[in-house]
């Protein structure tokens, strides 16, 4: 029971909510019948040998039709299992379905870069860690990485596919039920691969639309302390769109208070949470390229503040 408990939950493929990821499933499903079914059969042969052996007191000879029954059932099976895997493929790859929305995703070590186009003007906007996808709608994402091989995964919308410096791989997402799911890297990538994680949001197109237009608008420039700050120790590595920061090492934080969580699911999004962040990120996430910059009391405390006001 315990074991089964964990068939459900945001980061399983076997809860799938989304065409793809019910492909994967159903040949899961097959796999399981005709694997299951076979080995039934080899139990069963077992067992009447078994019994032979006991009555007959000696080694019974396995009658050449049963050879025959094995073989024929092993040829169908695998039959059966190539059919369902080509039929699977090609459910996950239906791809060039016209006019769907593409998303570049590229792993960093180790977060996701995320880019939409800007509905009003069709330029590229950035966000980070957080991919949201409209229902029932076809989202086509271009996988790509900056440093080493990572490998998206969102098991209850789509199987996994690598992420390759130099190329771009292409996965078609059709998500079919609201709800936030979990995301992972799925090919080890360093010591901080295990706090890779991706919020997947999936919304009706309404709030997937005000969403992007929100993501799209840039921030207000204020005369803060905190912006002061920010100016001064993390532009380099930083863009905020609407503010002179334009660093292109660490994820856009345009709207970072906008998203679920920091650093790609390592803490969830808390005043306490960021201002811990901003002044010990090797504490909470070792060797992520985030150094921690010396920041006085009070600066901290700015600093996060302003962070914070970033919907
Ligand atoms: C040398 C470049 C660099 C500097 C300087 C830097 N950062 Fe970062 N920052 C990063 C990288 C890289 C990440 C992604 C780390 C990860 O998730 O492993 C990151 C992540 C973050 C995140 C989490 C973003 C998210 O989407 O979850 C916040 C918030 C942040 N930095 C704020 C700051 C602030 C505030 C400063 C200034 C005190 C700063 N950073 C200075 C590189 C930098
Ligand atoms: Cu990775």
């Given at each position: 029971?315990?074991?089964?408990?964990?068939?459900?939950?945001?980061?399983?493929?076997?809860?799938?909510g989304?065409?793809?990821?019910?492909?994967?499933?159903?040949?899961?499903?097959?796999?399981?019948?005709?694997?299951?079914?076979?080995?039934a059969?080899?139990?069963?042969?077992?067992?009447?040998?078994l019994?032979?052996?006991?009555?007959?007191?000696?080694?019974?000879?396995?009658?050449?039709?049963?050879?025959?029954?094995?073989?024929?059932?092993?040829?169908?099976?695998?039959?059966?299992?190539?059919?369902?895997?080509?039929?699977?493929?090609?459910?996950?790859?239906?791809?060039?379905?016209?006019?769907?929305?593409?998303?570049?995703?590229?792993?960093?070590?180790?977060?996701?870069?995320?880019?939409?186009?800007?509905?009003?003007?069709?330029?590229?906007?950035?966000?980070?860690?957080?991919?949201?996808?409209?229902?029932?709608?076809?989202?086509?994402?271009?996988?790509?990485?900056?440093?080493?091989?990572?490998?998206?995964?969102?098991?209850?919308?789509?199987?996994?596919?690598?992420?390759?410096?130099?190329?771009?791989?292409?996965?078609?997402?059709?998500?079919?039920?609201?709800?936030?799911?979990?995301?992972?890297?799925?090919?080890?990538?360093?010591?901080?691969?295990?706090?890779m994680?991706?919020?997947?949001?999936?919304?009706?197109?309404?709030?997937?639309?005000?969403?992007?237009?929100?993501?799209?608008?840039?921030?207000?420039?204020?005369?803060?302390?905190?912006?002061?700050?920010?100016?001064?120790?993390?532009?380099?590595?930083?863009?905020?769109?609407?503010t002179?920061?334009?660093g292109?090492?660490?994820?856009?934080?345009?709207?970072?208070?906008?998203?679920?969580?920091?650093?790609?699911?390592?803490?969830?999004?808390?005043?306490?949470?960021?201002?811990?962040?901003?002044?010990?990120?090797?504490?909470?996430?070792?060797?992520?390229?985030?150094?921690?910059?010396?920041l006085?009391?009070?600066?901290?405390?700015?600093?996060?503040a302003?962070?914070?006001?970033?919907?």
């Open positions: 029971m315990l074991l089964l408990a964990g068939c459900q939950g945001v980061q399983s493929p076997l809860a799938p989304g065409d793809q990821a019910t492909a994967l499933h159903n040949l899961f499903l097959l796999m399981m019948a005709v694997c299951g079914g076979i080995y059969l080899v139990l069963v042969g077992l067992g009447w040998s019994r032979r052996v006991r009555s007959a007191g000696q080694a019974a000879e396995v009658p050449e039709r049963s050879l025959w029954g094995a073989a024929i059932v092993i040829v169908i099976g695998l039959t059966v299992l190539i059919v369902g895997s080509f039929v699977a493929d090609r459910a996950v790859f239906a791809s060039r379905r016209q006019g769907a929305m593409m998303v570049r995703v590229t792993g960093h070590q180790w977060w996701w870069r995320i880019e939409y186009r800007d509905p009003a003007t069709g330029r590229w906007i950035e966000t980070a860690n957080e991919l949201h996808l409209p229902l029932d709608r076809t989202t086509r994402v271009a996988l790509g990485s900056a440093d080493v091989i990572h490998s998206f995964w969102v098991p209850n919308v789509a199987g996994k596919l690598d992420m390759i410096p130099g190329r771009r791989n292409v996965l078609d997402l059709t998500p079919r039920r609201v709800g936030w799911f979990r995301g992972q890297c799925a090919e080890f990538c360093g010591t901080q691969h295990a706090h994680a991706l919020d997947v949001k999936v919304e009706s197109v309404a709030a997937f639309e005000a969403w992007l237009t929100e993501q799209a608008r840039p921030a207000p420039s204020p005369a803060s302390r905190g912006a002061a700050v920010f100016a001064n120790a993390c532009a380099v590595c930083h863009a905020i769109r609407g002179g920061a334009s292109r090492v660490g994820p856009d934080l345009t709207h970072l208070a906008s998203r679920k969580s920091i650093a790609a699911g390592t803490l969830t999004m808390t005043r306490g949470n960021l201002q811990g962040w901003i002044t010990q990120p090797q504490a909470l996430k070792p060797g992520t390229s985030m150094p921690a910059v010396p006085s009391g009070p600066d901290a405390d700015a600093l996060a302003y962070m914070e006001s970033l919907k």
